[in-house]
């Protein structure tokens, strides 16, 4: 679904990233784990074209991001990025309702949808649905940022820190709910999928936790200064003897 292949990011003569190349199947779910700055969020840019590469290439669904017209590719994608960033100017209903208006949803599959996300999410429709943004506190506008990228049922969902402002206790809540979100978006699922957290959605998850990279990801990949330097199957991380992971792990 997903594929880097050699993919460099170069800014002022850094390598943001630096040659990576990885593979994500389709309907898997991905956790990427690293320290501050390592590059995690603009790998996750690259497979929305927002930060193009300065070598390598981008693959989404087979075809290399030239061959895709970004609006197009950009509706199959639920983007939730690091810093919650909805319009200002629009309600939380209307934020919500953005890509299902773009695909020309009928208004009232639009309203029932938003309402079954937002209930979900802890913030009734009927109360929250017609207040701005600056209305809201930061977890709130996150979890509208949640369900704004997710009700469409995108096939790609990129999650950046998505959780990292909310409380603990929303937070491990918002954890099992996010699985059962994610599970019931997306398209069918691939024949014969092998991997028991293997769902409709295809998610690429970024964060600095390692409990939500294991509960959320069948697959763990670790950034050090713009490279990959452990591509693992979740069940295998805690053990692995990668310098990196075992600091993760004692931290
Ligand atoms: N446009 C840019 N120009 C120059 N440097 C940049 C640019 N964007 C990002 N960087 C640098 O690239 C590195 C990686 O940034 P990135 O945002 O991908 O890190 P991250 O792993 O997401 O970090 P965090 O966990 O803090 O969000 C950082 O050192 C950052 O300062
Ligand atoms: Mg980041």
Known sequence: MIEYRDVSVVRGGNAILDRVSLRIEKGEHVAFLGRSGAGKTTALKVINGLVGPSAGEILVDGAPMARHELPRLRRRIGYVMQQPALFPHRTVFDNVATVPRLLEWPE????AEAERLLAQLELPLATFGARFPRMLSGGQQQRVAIARALI??????????????????????????????????????????????????????VTHDVREALRIAGRVIVFDAGRVVVDTPADAFMSHQHPLVRRFVEA
Not at 166 to 172: E, G
């Open 108 to 111: 009232e599959k639009t309203r």
């Open 152 to 205: 469409a049922a995108p096939e790609i969902v990129l999650c950046d820190e998505p959780f990292s402002a909310l409380d603990p206790i929303i937070r491990a809540e918002m954890q099992s709910l996010f699985d059962g979100v994610v599970r019931a978006s997306g398209a069918p699922p691939p024949t014969g999928a092998p991997e028991a957290r293997t769902t409709r959605t295809t998610l690429v998850f």
